[in-house]
């Protein structure tokens, strides 16, 4: 298995690029479907992309396989991309994190990086917000602006207070590691800041194992 997460590829690549290059030609770019009422925007679903790739990796004899590998403890999503009349293909692996390890927390983490790791292989964006501005939507008032600034140096100001909160459960060597850790799990969650530490501080035992898991796992990555 590949515990580096770097991609893999066939021997021989140039059919599978060919193929992958004329889908993605056809593909486009995918139409955001869903709406995420936290943070009040729009974003592609997995199924968005699963919709907008399918059909043309299908008729360029592309089929791409999601599957979950990995430890208990380090879970991973391997996608591969694979082009079965002349056996070559292209493969990558993406973390599957979970901070609070339950059930719920598992589902979205495996429905996110299904959706980023078919994003990512395929080299495929989702449409982009300006356009819907260009047509008429997504329009703001002076008197709304001024209020988003106000409600933005709010946040700022509660922002600064939880990340003080976070870092006071770091010793000051972790403290560098403990900002990366929580960087990577708001990204992979698309979460705000202040969710990611709510979540992360519910439950401080399994914040500490999650991070020491991934503080020795990146320490295992530099020393190769």
Not at 28 to 33: E, F, L, R
Not at 117 to 135: K, M, N, P, Q, R
Request: charged share 30%.
């Amino acid at each position: 298995m590949n515990m580096n997460l770097f991609p893999e590829t066939s021997v021989k690549i140039d059919i599978v690029l060919e193929k992958l290059m004329k889908a993605k030609q056809e593909i486009g770019t995918v139409k955001k479907d869903s709406k995420n009422p936290f943070h009040k925007s729009n974003y592609a679903s997995l199924n968005a992309y699963i919709d907008a790739s399918e059909e043309h990796l299908l008729n360029n004899g592309l089929i791409l396989v999601q599957a979950g590998n990995g430890s208990f403890t380090e879970p991973m999503m391997v996608s591969t991309l694979i082009h079965p009349e002349s056996g070559q293909w292209l493969k990558s692996y993406f973390p599957i994190l979970n901070p609070k390890s339950d059930s719920q927390g598992l589902g979205a983490s495996v429905t996110y990086m299904r959706r980023y790791s078919i994003s990512t292989l395929l080299g495929l964006v989702s449409e982009d917000d300006d356009g819907e501005t260009a047509v008429g939507r997504g329009k703001y008032d002076q008197q709304n602006k001024s209020k988003k600034s106000e409600l933005i140096d709010s946040n700022k100001e509660n922002e600064n207070e939880y990340i003080q909160r976070f870092f006071k459960l770091f010793d000051k060597e972790d403290k560098h590691l403990a900002m990366e850790y929580l960087k990577i799990v708001k990204k992979h969650f698309d979460w705000s800041v202040i969710q990611t530490i709510k979540e992360l501080l519910s439950d401080e035992k399994k914040l500490f194992e999650k991070f020491n898991i991934w503080k020795n796992k990146s320490k295992k990555l530099e020393e190769k």
